[in-house]
């Protein structure tokens, strides 16, 4: 895999020192009704994705997703405009490379994050709960590295905002700052730029790969209001605000995170040029604005909603996503997903009673 990379990197362990302790629970009996449901829920929606997947199905490596033109962060640009046919190809091979590279070890993260969720977590049902997510996120490395290398075979590093909150979520020893770092943050932007991608996408793997993944994300962020909103309340002024502290942070390092300045800096274009096209074309604010639909309601719902808080949200241009109604769009997520199935089944049904049909047919002749 180490000639799939677009850059140097070191494929030994990334070592990040985990400082939060291993906290035991003795009792047994019960816990919350509704996070013991989401852990219900998180056991009956396990799926193979060896199996549930259609991954017969081609991609096209230069527009990976099946994209509108329009979707290209660069267009109209005198950069672009200067570039050949055979750059422009080889930049929506790099863009789709970057992005699903992104997911994939953004899916690490999660899956490390979850494990060490389970260990910390004070109370028995969220440990339940973090155990089904671990798997969950097994699950998603598993099928975003399938993808990646088989369908696009170009492998890009992990982006450094990503790392530095991964780091900062995982070396605090206060168990909940994995929880608002991976779950609100990380699994909030995550699951909202799975959905700008999914209702975009004209490639049916594509689709389909963001679709179910989804389904299983909308379950790790209603995990993670559940668990902080009791807690969050009952914090000092002074733990309040460091935790908001956190999230303007965090937010500005997860806003950063999908510029795609490795991409210009890989293929060596004018990386400054480019990135001031991106910061001020109207497609990245509103990119900007729907990533952070999932994030804002939700660190609003568990009560990190101080003055700096909205300031920076205000900032961003993303303050009004605060009106979101983050339990229709987890609903929508699901019904999409459910949707995917049933088609899938009758697709399936077609196939098998024209086989049926076609054998008829035979055996009368």
């Given amino acids: 895999m180490h000639d799939r990379y677009t850059g140097p990197v070191d494929l030994g362990t990334w070592d990040v020192p985990s400082a939060g302790a291993a906290r035991f629970n003795w009792e047994y009996d019960g816990g919350r009704d509704r996070l013991l449901a989401l852990y219900q829920k998180g056991k009956d929606k396990q799926w193979d994705a060896q199996m549930r997947i259609d991954w017969d199905v081609e991609v096209d490596p230069i527009n990976v997703a099946g994209l509108p033109e329009q979707f290209n962060p660069l267009i109209g640009s005198d950069i672009w405009n200067k570039m ?62 399938k993808f990646v290398n088989e369908k696009i075979g170009m492998v890009y590093p992990l982006n450094q905002d990503l790392a530095k909150l991964l780091k900062e979520s995982l070396s605090d020893s206060r168990w909940d700052l994995p929880y608002l770092g991976m779950q609100v943050l990380i699994e909030g932007l995550a699951l909202a730029a799975f959905g700008l991608y999914r209702d975009m996408a004209t490639n049916p793997l594509v689709k389909q790969l963001l679709t179910y993944v989804m389904q299983d994300e909308a379950r790790h962020v209603a995990f993670g209001r559940l668990a902080l909103k009791d807690y969050y309340a009952e914090l000092t002024e002074k733990e309040r605000a460091e935790r908001e502290d956190f999230v303007v942070e965090g937010c500005y390092l997860m806003r950063d995170r999908f510029k795609g300045k490795e991409i210009f800096e890989t293929l060596d274009m004018p990386v400054d040029k480019c990135m001031e096209y991106v910061d001020q074309g109207e497609l990245y604010t509103l990119y900007t604005s729907l990533l952070f639909s999932r994030i804002v309601p939700c660190v609003r719902d568990i009560g990190l909603w101080g003055d700096k808080v909205r300031t920076a949200y205000a900032d961003m241009g993303v303050l009004d996503n605060a009106k979101a109604d983050l339990t229709a769009l987890m609903r929508q997520d699901e019904e999409i997903a459910e949707r995917f199935d049933e088609e899938k089944h009758e697709r399936e049904l077609a196939v098998r009673q024209g086989e049926v049909n076609e054998a008829i047919a035979l055996g009368q002749e």
């Fill in 84 to 145: 050949s046919q055979r750059e422009r190809d080889e930049f929506g091979r790099h863009q789709g490379s970057w992005l699903f590279s992104q997911f994939l070890h953004g899916e690490q993260g999660a899956l490390n994050v979850s494990a060490n969720i389970v260990q910390s977590v004070p109370d028995l049902d969220s440990k339940f709960y973090a155990a089904t997510q671990t798997m969950d996120e097994a699950r998603h490395v598993e099928l975003y590295s």
